[in-house]
């Protein structure tokens, strides 16, 4: 079992940053690729950007590309995305999940931490 909780989230104005974090416990965590989705009320949860388990991988949403840069820290068990030039459309609750590396499916989630950006 893998247990996630984030932190991070906030409300900002256009064009600002916020630096979102998930902290993680249970299964070895450098085992784990690490993910962020994000959802809006109404609409399915997509992908954010996420990270394979030794950092040196990522991928990223085009939406997010060049705003957005996730990072891990294997030896404080911990996942971040930075979040910079902000923009209304992502507003949404931002979600922390995680994978074995082996396995398609995320399968361990957070509780999510809602981020507002105001226009």
């Known amino acids: 079992q893998v247990q996630l909780e984030e932190s991070g989230g906030g409300l900002v104005q256009a064009g600002g940053s916020l630096r979102l974090s998930c902290a993680a416990s249970g299964r070895t965590f450098s085992m784990l690729t690490m993910a962020w989705f994000r959802q809006v009320p109404g609409k399915e949860r997509e992908f954010v950007a996420a990270i394979s388990w030794s950092g040196g991988d990522t991928d990223y949403a085009d939406s997010v590309k060049g705003r957005f840069t996730i990072s891990r820290d294997n030896a404080k068990n911990m996942v971040n995305l930075q979040m910079n030039s902000l923009k209304a459309e992502d507003t949404a609750v931002y979600y922390c999940?995680?994978?074995?590396?082996?396995?398609?499916?995320?399968?361990?989630w957070g509780q999510g931490t809602q981020v507002t950006v105001s226009s």
């Open positions: 999940a995680a994978r074995g590396r082996f396995v398609t499916t995320y399968l361990y």
